[in-house]
């Protein structure tokens, strides 16, 4: 039987028939007061008394699932929320295609999936922790609304990483679960797991880029682990997808807004020249060049996520049943690789060639594509919004061996255009792909908060429709006097 809906009898909300498994039930209830500890110190700086209206899952039916209310943040219901139960569902891939889904870990792939479900887990307070401070310079009530949404929810995605490990791994899970909330983004002895979550998220143009970036990211692990034939991890994080979902709408919507935001005053002040970086600050919005720079950043970063191209783990998680990929059960093939190949781009006698490798070792590099071509969508949106303003800039994602730490061109320097380049020319050149100090300096000395209901910082646009429907001078954060 599936469950529709979620009991709210229980302290913690749910839809797993908690308030029948007293072992798990305990041991969450142990693990929540040091869940709120965290929140306290390493969720947002400020705001903990204030009212924000924020949404909150009562079922996981699509067609109707979250509820707006006004709610202090610590007092959120986070809770556990599986996708409802799929009849009779089969491993959809790998050597046990076509088997039972798993209703129980598999022995032999326990540390497998172990470590998939911590990889995820970590990820979710880290960027809670790197988002702390941003609600001190938030530009509107309405952005700091969906950013505190954003970070309740990662929350909740902690804790529905933290119920799989504590009701599927036993003692070891527990130890995990307690992990996770000792490790800080950024900290030099206990620093997150990936490389992207203990970057700095410094301002609000980094917010807008981090959640459509690195959330997508989250978003194509999401959909891979959700074809798992262990069918609990594959539930849950179907759920999280419906949420997260919105944390991509509001990178999107952001970074669209501030590009809208900058070709408006440029057009009013007759600035022709987009790439004239000077006068477009002197205006007071983000020159779209700066766009440009934390775009490289942000995407890199991601890409970086995705691990080497050629990977024998990604093979070993796929013939294992446990990871596949992106929409999986739509792909038209034996779902077990046997003998297909996938191009990868790799580093051959000084040049970026494409090689044919076999398609079981190239899944990072498949899952990266699939990524790279679900990140151009914004890309065409935000270039819409400039050619309209009639000006000729174009924002462009940059090659995947640019500004590269992980996998095939960590080794070698690259242009956005993917032009290979020596050491030297890329210390001279780099500053003008990446943000520099200085423009970070800018950016920052843009970030005055404007808590004043229906009003906006000068270098971002209203949005076209409120969240919930609300209308645009909606109180969506009552901020505690
Ligand atoms: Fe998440
Ligand atoms: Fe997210």
Same mark, same amino acid.
């Given at each position: 039987?599936?469950?529709?809906?979620?009991?709210y009898?229980?302290?913690?909300?749910?839809?797993?028939?908690?308030?029948?498994?007293?072992?798990?039930?305990?041991?969450?209830?142990?693990?929540?007061?040091?869940?709120?500890?965290?929140?306290?110190?390493?969720?947002?700086?400020?705001?903990?008394e204030?009212?924000?209206?924020?949404?909150?899952?009562?079922?996981?039916?699509?067609?109707?699932?979250?509820?707006?209310?006004y709610?202090?943040?610590?007092?959120?219901?986070?809770?556990?929320?599986?996708?409802?139960?799929?009849?009779?569902?089969?491993?959809?891939?790998?050597?046990?295609?076509?088997?039972?889904?798993?209703?129980?870990?598999?022995?032999?792939?326990?540390?497998?999936?172990?470590?998939?479900?911590?990889?995820?887990?970590?990820?979710?307070?880290?960027s809670?922790?790197?988002?702390?401070?941003?609600?001190?310079?938030?530009?509107?009530?309405?952005?700091?609304?969906?950013?505190?949404?954003?970070?309740?929810?990662?929350?909740?995605?902690?804790?529905?990483?933290?119920?799989?490990?504590?009701?599927?791994?036993?003692?070891?899970?527990?130890?995990?679960?307690?992990?996770?909330?000792?490790?800080?983004?950024?900290?030099?002895?206990?620093?997150?797991?990936?490389?992207?979550?203990?970057?700095?998220?410094?301002?609000?143009?980094?917010?807008?880029?981090?959640?459509? =970036?690195?959330?997508?990211?989250?978003?194509?692990?999401?959909?891979?682990?959700?074809?798992?034939?262990?069918?609990?991890?594959a539930?849950?994080?179907? =759920?999280?997808?419906?949420?997260?979902?919105?944390?991509?709408?509001?990178g999107?919507?952001?970074?669209?807004?501030v590009?809208?935001?900058?070709?408006?005053?440029?057009?009013?002040?007759?600035?022709?020249?987009?790439?004239?970086?000077?006068?477009?600050?002197?205006?007071?919005?983000?020159?779209?060049?700066?766009?440009?720079?934390?775009?490289?950043?942000?995407?890199?970063?991601?890409?970086?996520?995705?691990?080497?191209?050629?990977?024998?783990?990604?093979?070993?998680?796929?013939?294992?049943?446990?990871?596949?990929?992106?929409?999986?059960?739509q792909?038209?093939?034996?779902?077990?690789?046997?003998?297909?190949?996938?191009?990868?781009?790799?580093?051959?006698g000084?040049?970026?060639?494409?090689?044919?490798?076999?398609?079981?070792?190239?899944?990072?590099?498949?899952?990266?594509?699939?990524?790279?071509?679900?990140?151009?969508?914004?890309?065409?949106?935000?270039?819409?919004?400039?050619?309209?303003?009639?000006?000729?800039?174009?924002?462009?994602?940059?090659?995947?061996?640019?500004?590269?730490?992980?996998?095939?061109?960590?080794?070698?320097?690259?242009?956005?255009?993917?032009?290979?380049?020596?050491?030297?020319t890329?210390?001279?050149?780099?500053?003008?792909?990446?943000?520099?100090?200085?423009?970070?300096? =800018?950016?920052?000395s843009?970030?005055?908060?404007?808590?004043e209901?229906?009003?906006?910082?000068?270098?971002?646009?209203?949005?076209?429709?409120g969240?919930?429907?609300?209308?645009?001078?909606?109180?969506?954060?009552?901020?505690a006097?």
């Amino acid at each position: 039987m599936s469950i529709i809906n979620v009991d709210y009898s229980t302290r913690i909300p749910n839809n797993v028939g908690l308030s029948d498994d007293r072992r798990v039930l305990r041991a969450l209830e142990g693990w929540h007061p040091g869940y709120l500890d965290w929140w306290r110190n390493m969720g947002p700086t400020g705001f903990q008394e204030s009212l924000v209206y924020l949404r909150t899952a009562y079922s996981v039916d699509p067609r109707g699932w979250a509820k707006f209310d006004y709610v202090r943040m610590p007092e959120y219901r986070w809770g556990i929320l599986l996708a409802p139960a799929e009849e009779d569902r089969k491993v959809p891939f790998g050597e046990h295609f076509g088997e039972p889904a798993w209703q129980d870990v598999p022995g032999e792939y326990r540390a497998m999936l172990r470590r998939l479900v911590v990889i995820q887990g970590d990820t979710e307070p880290a960027s809670v922790e790197q988002q702390r401070h941003l609600g001190q310079t938030a530009p509107s009530l309405y952005d700091m609304r969906n950013l505190f949404q954003v970070n309740v929810e990662e929350g909740r995605h902690l804790w529905a990483m933290v119920y799989i490990l504590h009701k599927y791994f036993g003692r070891d899970g527990r130890d995990e679960a307690e992990e996770l909330l000792q490790r800080r983004s950024g900290s030099a002895d206990k620093p997150r797991m990936l490389g992207a979550f203990n970057e700095a998220t410094p301002d609000w143009l980094s917010f807008f880029m981090f959640t459509y =970036f690195t959330d997508r990211d989250g978003k194509m692990q999401l959909h891979s682990l959700a074809q798992s034939g262990f069918d609990p991890l594959a539930r849950t994080c179907r =759920f999280m997808l419906t949420e997260e979902a919105h944390h991509m709408f509001v990178g999107e919507t952001g970074i669209s807004r501030v590009v809208q935001r900058t070709c408006e005053a440029m057009t009013a002040a007759g600035v022709d020249d987009a790439n004239d970086v000077a006068a477009v600050r002197a205006l007071g919005v983000i020159d779209l060049p700066t766009i440009q720079k934390k775009l490289n950043l942000h995407y890199s970063l991601s890409l970086d996520l995705f691990g080497s191209e050629v990977s024998t783990n990604a093979a070993n998680a796929f013939n294992a049943g446990v990871k596949g990929r992106y929409r999986e059960t739509q792909i038209e093939d034996d779902h077990q690789l046997r003998s297909a190949t996938y191009p990868v781009l790799k580093l051959a006698g000084g040049e970026i060639t494409s090689v044919e490798e076999p398609a079981l070792t190239a899944l990072n590099m498949r899952l990266r594509d699939d990524y790279t071509n679900d990140c151009v969508k914004g890309i065409l949106r935000w270039n819409k919004v400039i050619d309209q303003a009639g000006f000729s800039f174009r924002l462009t994602l940059p090659h995947v061996a640019f500004h590269r730490q992980i996998g095939e061109f960590r080794d070698v320097e690259a242009t956005p255009e993917g032009v290979l380049i020596d050491q030297a020319t890329w210390r001279r050149e780099k500053d003008r792909w990446l943000p520099t100090r200085q423009d970070g300096e =800018f950016v920052a000395s843009l970030m005055q908060p404007q808590y004043e209901a229906g009003r906006f910082a000068l270098w971002i646009a209203p949005p076209k429709v409120g969240i919930d429907n609300k209308p645009g001078d909606f109180e969506y954060v009552q901020l505690a006097s």
